[in-house]
């Protein structure tokens, strides 16, 4: 950290701290005496002294040489090396095996019937100087796991990105997707929505492609010229329904160990209807082109050099997806260093391993720097270090196709992770750039007090302060979000270093959404260029070298913040959560709930009053099909008031707890304190869970239904408001506020604890 | 109209009234008393009857047959033409003749060099079934009018748009483009301020291009198939510095006639110092193949497929432009039917006769469809009838290359002008679609009635509700304008149909911003498709019945639509004026500057703050060339009292003055009230204009320096606030506040008279 930072930081935390009352000075390190701190810092640059690019480096190179997706010979390879390498550094390790359903293609066609007719490749092939890509013998095709099964021939339309505001233009300019094929691209809401969705409007089939507007050479030189998607580049990934639930589809919501009952596949929730494939853009081009009617939206619009039309006449595909729905096998390596304090407290560390081909960015680049942690927290253990809380490092496999191995495992372990985890911390891939975190908001300071402790190799700056310039300048754009506005004003004001909400699409899911377990999820990113060539056979050693991390310097950071978090975690004196940021995020998320409905109501009656008018017939080219949009039913009014006394009594109680922690981090009643934080994130879950997904039982973060991986805060009642199920809002505002209630009791028998 | 349109209509209007002051039933008709607009509307009815959408027709196809720029034998053709129709029809028409500099291309080159060489083609080959196309003999090949003489060959670079904010961006990517040749591409800002901003950044040449995103396939099916711009086709254009003053150069503010003193060309000041160019997108896409260097932002990137980069070093062009620097004659058709009660109350109507090739939108839709206006009012003259006021039909020569038919004549007849005209009623091109207009305010009200009394061909109801429909669903969508949205709020609460700004693009600027007369443009647009071809070789005849007005249809509205803002400001009782909108809308423009202000000042702080904290530099790519942006001046408290006070005045002088004319149309002092308004308009003028250009006197309404066509509201008040010249803000606060003070005092006293 360079002095200038470091005294803008030590500013910006005695403001807070001001702010929140004028107490005695902070300490230096959240949830640690002022002696222990310093210990413990003497122990982090130990830690960091351990840690080595080039060790990265050539365990990237032989994680990555083959393809390893689930069932592959080379995954279970690494299972046995990361296994080797555990014990090697001294770790009690050992895999664990789960059986799960996971299809793998049988037969795959996607052609243009008709005058012009045309066969898609659905095939990369080796790209000049990147050895790895010609190794892809016993690699997947293009392929969507979960997708339906089928063999149709159809008219192609075009929605577009495929979410919901797509239908509503395609309803509105007079067409839907009823017994056709859609061809929609990559981008705007998650992969498995897109097939979803159109099933549900009544498609037969769904072509999903990258547009080299989004994700090619509209973003960056192709490669192997530059870092982004060539032309014959293909984007797989899962289409298995996960906003409903995630894991292995047929044990849902329990460990599929061998010998647990399975439900029957027709009877499983998240396998999706019709069949799906992926296709590259030189693929798409010529699907595309041969589309009429009307000319795409403005919006609909990529970098194709076409003029881009909607189709659902004309022109016809033909779709053939078969897979062989086998049970095949899943191998966690777990590996335990046992608590010398508090050995039934757990601080869980873990990455996938497990790509789509070869994996090097997406997840080896995570793995191998977490990897690299556990050999510096060996060595720290061979030279007689022993943390207070056990530390338990995992490398999940089958994440790629539904977070199967982090799943199974969690549901397998439930009943112990809820008494003993204390913190889950997740990576997933990596790259060169900027630190980027989702997290439960009672982790916010701790990765703030960790990130600002970690050095950016480029900058010399905090990785912490890094993060915070690049927020704050990012607000200034004049299209910011209002989240990143209101973001950048907590920053500018001093405030820790805003946290991204955690929706999904990596193996914390299982952890925080269902088992209530307090998570964060970290990541580099943004200057990187690993993402051009994300889920395709490109995504190689070779490539992430050039242009992922050259250097593996933020391998190395990354293994400095995940490695920080875990020893932060496991050797403080009092758990190190904190909850008045928690508090101010949730007051700000109600507020904007109640913006939401005035909103809907204001626009429901201009709808309502331009249909009357006629408006929408007199607005439009007669010329063109169109018709109106369908009236909006406008909110009733919605009591929020259960939400507004939740607020006031957890803002109270939040206070009131950071003060007491932060005045005495090493009270004789920590121990009693801690069991309580240990379970406090499970005050925000309730059994019943979200509508329609009950195994979503966070009531505070989830996936949205319909974006994804994208998270929705306060899901229960949000949902229900966006979908107009108001009776449904009323019930979660009510349940929401319950959960918060319970939450802030907690927190007033733990400032008890810490008081008396 | 249809009876519910017409209803709602009513209400509205009852609406509006009942918000100014609970008085009597309005007039039917503003000016008119309730006998007189019976009269006028059987009037109306009549000149309907002998329009004739064939003859329009067969007008377009006989003067958009041969290229008909400035000093073709085909444009003088045009002008006997119209001259003999006239004569025909029963006015007392003639040729005003003016000599104006109007330069024509005499060498043209461009060409890459270096390793892949290539020469720009700079034509347009024929299209198939496009016959006129193929006659392209005598026109103008791809031509920027009044660009710089040169012969340069230095590194190409690409500056976006080429607007101020892309040189900012520029900057921060550490290039520049001194010594360089720029390609810009077309849009975001008006055409001539790209080389003028160029030349202004050190730049030695300038080519612009039309990107397919914008103007070709990305916008629909390119011409033949479609009617968007093809491969090849170009936008030639003017690029004579018009925001500072418009006609001819070597005549400033004063006509060309003949023995007129001339200025030497060096020192006109609109003439531009770098060499121009455009090309197609199928030239362009070589250029912009060769450029290496940074990829370009984001927002840079168009429909071409490759990738875009800014280049800026390696690729090397040589560009040639050498013109004949002539004296070319301008043919101004003026046509005159002297008023029965008011002879020296002029009411003006002008459009454009010369086009860039074949002209036959631009502006030939808009001219053939004003002489059908006038062939009916020469059968209402014929047959008896005749206007209270004088009626002015013109037909301008030399719009194109920079006003100069408009201008010339304005400046010539500037005293009479000043004394005579009442209201300047403007019309360029057409096109199937909805009435857009832009009007000094105090004539929104009638075109508010005007157009309400005209039908839509397409649904029947008038065109204003159809233009008040738009309006409100397009402020629907997500990125709606501020503005959008204020006059859908405006609409939607019963107001008149919002009128644009007056910016500039067409010949009413010499009118109202150089004169000061009342003026308004009208044009029908938006489902028409012949803008795809805008300014090329392929605005032909064939091209605009295939795709912008088939069957002729809005021709005739365009010619009901303008007949009758004449017929009712030339019949008017008392002048068809009313100042509440005028009141309404300049009070929001000020307390819009007031937010800018305010903007501008936390913009200019945050900027201050990262800086301070070395933000933009910790935000970027170290690995990439960017800079942090320049510290912002933030502005200084500014008072807004003088405006403040001129607008609450403004506000009651026009309510009381709306009230007492809507009371007594028909006032025995309706000749001395007239006289008053008749300079009601120059009261918004001073001498000394605006600063930097004295030309544009009008200190409401004004083309922006740094937006060229778009207009700038209080314009010498929001130009020295956003380029941070602080005490000339004060300056135009108190000389803005003294013409609008100046307008309410004749608003009194034609008040006293109307009540005495």
């Given at each position: 950290m360079t002095p200038r930072s470091s005294h803008l930081w030590s500013g910006a935390a005695a403001l807070v701290l001001a702010s929140s009352a004028a107490v005695a000075a902070p300490p230096?390190?959240?949830?640690?005496?002022a002696a222990g701190a310093d210990a413990e810092r003497a122990l982090e640059a130990r830690f960091d002294a351990n840690l080595s690019a080039d060790a990265i480096r050539e365990r990237l190179r032989r994680m990555s040489s083959e393809p390893n997706q689930v069932g592959s010979p080379h995954d279970r390879a690494n299972a046995e090396f990361t296994l080797a390498q555990y014990k090697a550094w001294g770790w009690d390790a050992h895999i664990e095996v789960f059986s799960v359903l996971y299809p793998t293609p049988r037969t795959e066609l996607l052609e243009l019937t008709g005058p012009s007719p045309y066969a898609a490749t659905l095939t990369e092939p080796p790209i000049p100087?990147?050895?790895?890509?010609?190794?892809?013998?016993?690699g997947l095709p293009a392929y969507l796991a979960y997708g339906g099964e089928g063999d149709v021939t159809a008219p192609l339309i075009y929605v577009n990105y495929g979410m919901p505001a797509d239908y509503a233009a395609l309803q509105r300019l007079g067409l839907d997707v009823k017994g056709k094929i859609v061809i929609v691209r990559y981008g705007?809401?998650?992969?498995?929505?897109k097939p979803k969705l159109a099933y549900e409007h009544g498609a037969v089939g769904c072509i999903i492609y990258s547009d080299p507007a989004d994700d090619g050479y509209g973003a960056?030189?192709?490669?192997?010229?530059?870092a982004s998607r060539p032309e014959w580049g293909v984007q797989r990934g899962s289409v298995m329904d996960m906003p409903v639930e995630a894991g292995d589809p047929l044990t849902p919501g329990y460990?599929?160990?061998?010998g647990a009952p399975r439900i029957d596949r027709a009877q499983?929730?998240?396998?999706?209807?019709i069949p799906a494939l992926p296709i590259s853009y030189g693929d798409a081009r010529h699907f595309l082109a041969a589309l009429s009617g009307?000319?795409?939206?403005?919006?609909?619009?990529?970098?194709?050099p076409i003029t881009y039309h909607v189709g659902g006449s004309g022109a016809t595909a033909h779709l053939v997806v078969q897979s062989d729905w086998n049970q095949k096998p899943l191998y966690d390596v777990i590996a335990v260093m046992r608590g010398a304090?508090?050995?039934?407290?757990w601080v869980i560390r873990g990455n996938h391993r497990?790509?789509?081909?070869?994996?090097a960015q997406d997840p080896l680049a995570g793995q191998t720097a977490l990897m690299e942690e556990a050999r510096s927290l060996g060595a720290l253990a061979k030279a007689g270090w022993r943390p207070a809380r056990t530390i338990v490092y995992a490398s999940w496999d089958g994440e790629e196709p539904g977070l199967l191995g982090s799943t199974e495992w969690a549901e397998t372990h439930a009943k112990e992770l809820q008494s003993k985890a204390v913190v889950y911390i997740n990576s997933d891939t990596n790259d060169r750039g900027i630190l980027r975190v989702e997290a439960s908001y009672s982790l916010q300071r701790l990765v703030d007090e960790a990130g600002a402790a970690v050095r950016d190799p480029?900058?010399?700056?905090?990785v912490r302060d890094r993060a915070m310039a690049e927020l704050q300048v990012a607000a200034l754009?004049?299209?910011?979000t209002p989240e990143l506005k209101s973001h950048a004003k907590l920053a500018a004001a001093g405030g820790d270093l805003p946290v991204g909400d955690m929706g999904s699409g990596s193996d914390y899911t299982p952890f925080v959404?269902?088992?209530g377990i307090a998570s964060v999820n970290i990541a580099y990113g943004?200057?990187?260029?690993?993402?051009?060539?994300?889920?395709?056979?490109?995504?190689t050693f070779e490539h992430f070298e050039r242009f992922g991390d050259p250097g593996f310097a933020y391998g190395v950071v990354m293994a400095e913040t995940g490695g920080r978090l875990v020893l932060r975690a496991a050797d403080a004196d009092l758990l190190p959560l904190q909850f008045s940021d928690a508090a101010v995020t949730v007051a700000a998320q109600v507020a904007e709930l109640k913006r939401l409905v005035v909103t809907q109501r204001e626009h429901a009656t201009t709808v309502d009053r331009l249909l009357d008018q006629k408006a929408f017939a007199l607005a439009a080219?007669?010329?063109?099909t169109s018709g109106p949009p369908d009236r909006e039913e406008a909110p009733p009014d919605i009591d929020f008031a259960p939400l507004d006394a939740a607020i006031i009594r957890l803002k109270a109680s939040a206070r009131a707890y950071d003060l007491a922690a932060a005045a005495?981090?090493?009270?004789?009643n920590a121990q009693r304190v801690d069991v309580i934080l240990q379970g406090i994130e499970q005050a925000?879950?309730?059994?019943?869970?979200?509508?329609?997904?009950?195994?979503?039982?966070?009531?505070?973060?989830a996936p949205g239904?319909?974006?994804?991986?994208g998270a929705k805060t306060l899901p229960g009642v949000r949902e229900a408001i966006e979908g107009r199920r108001w009776g449904e809002a009323g019930d979660y505002i009510e349940r929401t506020a319950a959960v918060l209630m319970a939450m802030s009791a907690k927190l007033d028998e733990a400032t008890r604890l810490l008081a008396g």
């Open positions: 230096a390190m959240l949830g640690f005496s100087g990147d050895e790895t890509s010609s190794r892809q013998a016993g705007a809401g998650w992969r498995g929505l960056g030189d192709a490669y192997p010229k530059g460990g599929a160990v061998e499983a929730n998240t396998i999706l209807h009307p000319v795409a939206p403005r919006g609909w619009r990529g970098a194709l304090r508090e050995p039934d407290q497990d790509g789509w081909v070869f994996g480029e900058t010399g700056a905090s754009a004049p299209d910011a959404q269902h088992l943004g200057e990187g260029q690993s993402g051009g060539v994300y889920h395709s056979a490109y995504d080219d007669p010329t063109l005495a981090p090493a009270s004789a925000l879950t309730e059994p019943r869970g979200l509508p329609g997904r009950p195994w979503y039982r966070h009531l505070i973060y239904m319909l974006t994804g991986y």
